[in-house]
C-alpha cells in the first residue's frame, strides 16, 4: 500500500500534471481535493494533450476510480463539458466520483467575481473570474449549496431562490450590474444536476476504506503552496489550500493516513497575475523562457512571468508541505542559456534572508542573492536516463538537492510521459 500526496512547490503550473499522470499507472484511486476549474493540469497522452480542470488526472488510465473530494468548488457546466471531452477522446468516466460536500459554483458567483475585480481597479487580485473566490465565501458564510443539495430539486430550488435575492442587491445595487434570472437558473442547472447525480457520494467514507483495504491512493494537487490562503502570498493567493494539509481537510481523511509527499517544481519559477515574484526576469531571457517553455496558462491562456529558480521560495514549500522527494519539470526549457542563476537567499538591507518573509511588503526591501552555474547546450529532450544528462545539467539539479535536503526523485525533459528520468 502506497498514500502518496503530490503538490505544486511554487505557483503553481509547475507540470503536475504529467507527474500525477505516471503515478496514476500505479495508483487504484486518484483524488482531486481543493480549488475548481480556476487550476488546470495539461497531460500529453499518445500525442493527445488534455486539458483538465476538475476531474482528476486518474481518469486517463482505464480502471481508476478519480474522486472529486469535498474542498472542491465545482462549476458543473464546466465539469460536463469537461467530462463530454474525455467522452469523446475514448475515455471512460465509469470510475468519477464525487463528494456530496463538495460546493457548487453558479452563475452568481462567476457574475460576483467579475464585478469585484472590475471595481478593484488597479488593485484587482488577477482571479481567474470563475467565480471560485465568491462560493468560498459562501461556504464560510454557510450559505453555500453543496452537491447533496444540488441534485435536491426541492433543496435546489429553496436554497437558489433564498441566495439569489440577496446576491441580485448585490449586483445591482452594489455593483450596479444586472439581475440574474432565477427561472433560467433553476432550468439549466437542474438539468446538470440530474446529469452529475450518478457520480454523487460519500468520499470520505469512500477514500478512507480504500486506505484501509490497502490500495494504493493519490492525491493529486492542484495551483501551488504559495498560493495557500493561510500561508500564501496573502492577498495574491487562490481561496483554497494548496498545502498538503489541504488534502486531509478537503478529502475528509488524517494526515497520518499519507505515506510520502512529492513536491513538483520547474527548474526556473513562474507565476499568473499579480503578486510579488523576486527572480522576474523581464528581458530576453525571460521571454525566451517563456516561449521555449510554453508558459501560458492551461486554463486563461495568459502569459506566465518567468524568472530563475529560487530556492527560497521551495525551501518554503518543504517546510510547510513536509516534502519527502521533489519532481524537477522542463529542465529541456533551460537548454542554450550560457549561466544560469539560481536565488539561494534575500538579502534585506544587508541582512541574508533565506526563508521567506510572511508580509509581502518586505520583498520590496528585498534583492535575490544568486548562485551562478555554466549552462549546457545539448538538447535533453531525448535523453532517458538521468546518467545521460550534460555534465552541468546533472550539477544543477545536485545543487537544488544539497542546498534543501530533499531529494530530487523525478526530472522532466519534455512534457510526454516518456520524458520524464526517475533517479
Not at 482571479?127 to 454557510?142: H, L, V
Not at 430539486?153 to 444586472?178: D, M, Q, R, S, W
Not at 489541504?246 to 478529502?251: D, M, V
Not at 538538447?379 to 531529494?407: C, Q, W
Request: a negative charge; aromatic letters at 8%; one cysteine or more.
Amino acid at each position: 500500500m502506497s498514500v502518496t500526496a503530490l503538490v505544486g512547490a511554487q505557483w503553481g503550473d509547475e507540470g503536475k500534471g504529467k507527474i500525477i499522470d505516471i503515478l496514476a499507472e500505479k495508483a487504484d484511486v486518484v483524488v482531486r481535493s481543493q480549488g475548481g476549474n480556476n487550476a488546470g493540469h495539461t497531460v500529453v497522452v499518445d500525442g493527445v494533450t488534455y486539458k483538465l480542470r476538475l476531474v482528476p488526472s486518474g481518469i486517463l488510465y482505464d480502471n481508476k476510480v478519480c474522486v472529486i473530494g469535498n474542498g472542491i468548488v465545482l462549476d458543473p457546466k464546466s465539469l460536463l463539458g469537461e467530462m463530454n471531452e474525455i467522452k469523446a477522446n475514448g475515455r471512460s468516466l465509469d470510475g468519477l466520483k464525487i463528494d456530496a460536500r463538495a460546493h457548487v459554483v453558479l452563475p452568481y458567483h462567476i457574475a460576483l467575481d467579475g464585478l469585484s475585480e472590475k471595481m478593484r481597479g488597479g488593485s484587482d487580485i488577477g482571479t481567474t473570474k470563475r467565480g471560485i473566490g465568491p462560493c468560498y465565501m459562501d461556504k464560510a458564510e454557510r450559505s453555500g449549496i453543496r452537491m447533496c443539495d444540488f441534485i435536491n430539486p426541492a433543496v435546489f430550488a429553496e436554497k437558489l431562490k433564498i441566495n439569489l435575492n440577496i446576491k441580485n442587491k448585490i449586483i445591482t445595487e452594489i455593483y450596479g450590474g444586472e439581475a440574474l434570472s432565477y427561472d433560467e437558473i433553476y432550468n439549466e442547472y437542474v438539468e446538470y444536476a440530474k446529469l452529475l447525480a450518478p457520480y454523487v457520494i460519500d468520499a470520505s467514507v469512500f477514500v478512507y476504506d480504500a486506505i484501509k483495504a490497502g490500495k494504493n491512493v493519490l492525491f493529486e494537487g492542484a495551483q501551488g503552496a504559495l498560493l495557500d490562503i493561510d500561508v500564501g502570498t496573502y492577498p495574491y493567493v487562490t481561496s483554497s489550500h494548496p498545502t498538503a494539509g489541504g488534502f486531509c481537510i478537503g478529502t475528509g481523511i488524517g494526515p497520518t493516513l499519507i505515506d510520502n509527499c512529492l513536491g513538483v517544481c520547474k527548474s526556473y519559477t513562474t507565476r499568473v497575475g499579480k503578486g510579488p515574484f523576486p527572480t522576474e526576469l523581464d528581458d530576453e531571457i525571460g521571454d525566451a523562457i517563456r516561449q521555449r517553455g510554453g508558459e501560458y496558462g492551461t486554463v486563461t491562456g495568459r502569459a506566465r512571468r518567468c524568472g530563475w529558480l529560487d530556492l527560497v521560495i521551495l525551501r518554503f514549500a518543504v517546510r510547510v508541505n513536509g516534502l519527502t522527494s521533489l519532481a524537477v519539470n522542463k529542465l529541456d526549457t533551460l537548454s542554450g542559456i550560457k549561466q544560469l542563476k539560481v536565488c539561494v537567499g534575500y538579502n534585506k538591507n544587508g541582512v541574508l534572508l533565506k526563508d521567506f518573509p510572511v508580509d509581502i511588503s518586505d520583498l520590496s526591501d528585498c534583492e535575490p542573492v544568486y548562485e551562478t552555474f555554466d549552462g549546457w547546450d545539448e538538447d535533453v529532450s531525448s535523453v532517458r536516463s538521468y546518467d545521460d544528462l550534460p555534465a552541468n545539467a546533472k550539477k544543477y539539479i545536485e545543487f537544488i538537492e544539497n542546498t534543501l535536503g530533499v531529494k530530487v526523485a523525478m526530472v522532466g525533459v519534455g512534457p510526454s510521459r516518456d520524458q520524464n528520468l526517475t533517479r
